[in-house]
């Protein structure tokens, strides 16, 4: 299967005429697709069908070019010794000390939230704040929507 093959018919009259071969819609997609690979040299997938008309400055170098190298691992004798052991870390100290102490945290009081927390203790009626506004917006959304 080609890339032809996935095209619509329209396509493939398209890209014939604009090669210059003469098709119409009459034929089958199957022949189409079998003009057009044939166009592009048989459509068997060797390449894109477009041959260069002058080779390029040292093409034929890279072309003839054989490699040469082979990798040679490092001659070590101590193979069968154990690894050396990895370097020990040691913490670069600071050559000048600060001249100024830092200042000490001071205390700061913890900030109230405007939200009531989750444990707070119900108001009278058995239920929190929250559970009322929630329930109120709940009201007002159902008879919003009953009476728009």
């Known amino acids: 299967m080609t890339q032809n093959s996935k095209k619509t018919k329209a396509q493939l009259v398209e890209e014939l005429t604009a090669l210059g071969v003469d098709a119409s819609m009459s034929l089958k997609k199957d022949e189409l697709v079998t003009l057009l690979d044939a166009q592009f040299g048989g459509g068997s997938g060797e390449g894109s069908g477009i041959k260069p008309s002058t080779p390029?400055?040292?093409?034929?170098?890279?072309?003839?070019?054989?490699?040469?190298?082979?990798?040679?691992?490092?001659?070590?004798?101590?193979?069968?010794?154990?690894?050396?052991?990895?370097?020990?870390?040691?913490?670069?100290?600071?050559?000048?000390?600060?001249?100024?102490?830092?200042?000490?945290?001071?205390?700061?009081?913890?900030?109230?939230?405007?939200?009531?927390?989750?444990?707070?203790?119900?108001?009278?009626?058995?239920?929190?704040?929250?559970?009322?506004l929630l329930i109120a917006v709940a009201v007002l959304v159902v008879l919003y929507w009953i009476i728009f």
Do not use: H, I
Request: hydrophobic share 35%.
């Open 56 to 132: 390029l400055a040292g093409q034929e170098d890279l072309a003839n070019r054989t490699l040469d190298w082979k990798y040679q691992a490092p001659a070590d004798d101590s193979a069968d010794a154990a690894p050396s052991a990895a370097p020990e870390f040691v913490p670069a100290t600071d050559p000048e000390p600060a001249a100024e102490p830092a200042p000490a945290p001071t205390e700061t009081p913890e900030p109230t939230s405007a939200a009531p927390a989750a444990s707070a203790p119900q108001e009278a009626g058995g239920m929190s704040g929250t559970t009322k």
